[in-house]
């Protein structure tokens, strides 16, 4: 190599190396759009279709009960929850349509990939729909109980030797969520602040806070706490509270829980917090008749234990 040659190719690092001196750049953008990135790739970032193409392909299953190609199987998976024509009738609470919606999904369970998807709009709808909402008609509420057997009973099939999206490694990992107790798992490790385990089940898997599972979760907290003994359940009591405030669907009717089983301590000492959470959230007792059943109960036992 020439000696001339040598030098450009000196001139040319030295260049290169002090091209960028003195100047400085924002990697945030960078950084954001690689973190949406590696979700996309590992599957955790939203998959739902276009609410437009949704509707229209669940609205032809409801005429025709039958689909053309694969694609409008996973669109109406992904719509079994969604209201359609004039009347929002929805597929979860139409016994017929569900059920053939259910049989086409199996029906392709030996081919992975095609199932996964429509699976993966299935497991959404199962996520979504609260069962213990009054206004749901029973036959939704026993489509969604068929719905969770069918995605029990079918989850090894999401399952390939390809590459598999998160969601679907992490659902194999804990289906204890398509059971009856599907939070007992959690339960105890978030009382004990421990909520690395479910925060990554919820971002793989997108559970929205509205979601069924994060009442059954704080159903199952309050359940292992009162279950407890009584120096354990009173330790436990200030996280207890922080729970039921962030989760007002619930509160009235398990802090009656809680308040039972204060009252069933064998040492009656007053419990200052407890108490004065119970009184921001019903009122006095004998002030206030806003909440239903919760005055006659303060009176009958709580309070007054509470108050000793």
Known sequence: MSDKLVTLQRMLAR????????LTFDL??????????????????SPNPESDIVL????RFATSGSLGTLRDLQLVAFGCMVPFGSSNRRLIGEAELFSSLLQLVQNIR?????????????????LNFNPDDQLQSSVARNNWSRLREFLGA???????????????????EHSNLLTENPTARYAKLLL????????????ALDISDASWLIVNLLRGQIAHTTSQDDQQFVDDLPRLLTLLSENQQV?????????????????????????????AQWGI?????????????????????LSR
């Open 15 to 22: 260049t290169n190396a002090q091209a960028f001196d003195g």
């Open 28 to 45: 945030e953008p960078l950084a954001n759009q690689i973190a949406e990135l590696t979700k996309w790739v590992n599957g955790s970032a």
């Open 56 to 59: 229209d392909a669940v609205e």
């Open 110 to 126: 030996l081919r992975p990939r095609a199932f996964r998807r429509c699976y993966r709009g299935l497991l959404a709808g199962y």
């Open 154 to 172: 079918t989850i090894d099939h999401i399952r390939s030797p390809d590459s598999e999206p998160n969601w679907a490694i992490t659902l194999a």
């Open 192 to 203: 004990e602040d421990s909520n690395s385990e479910f925060k990554r089940v919820r971002e």
């Open 251 to 279: 509160l009235n009717f398990r802090l009656s829980e809680v308040l039972e089983r204060y009252a069933k301590c064998g040492a009656k000492t007053a419990n200052k917090a407890l108490c004065d959470f119970a009184v």
């Open 285 to 305: 007792p004998w002030l206030s008749g806003d909440v239903p059943g919760s005055v006659e109960f303060l009176k009958r036992s709580a309070l007054p234990t």
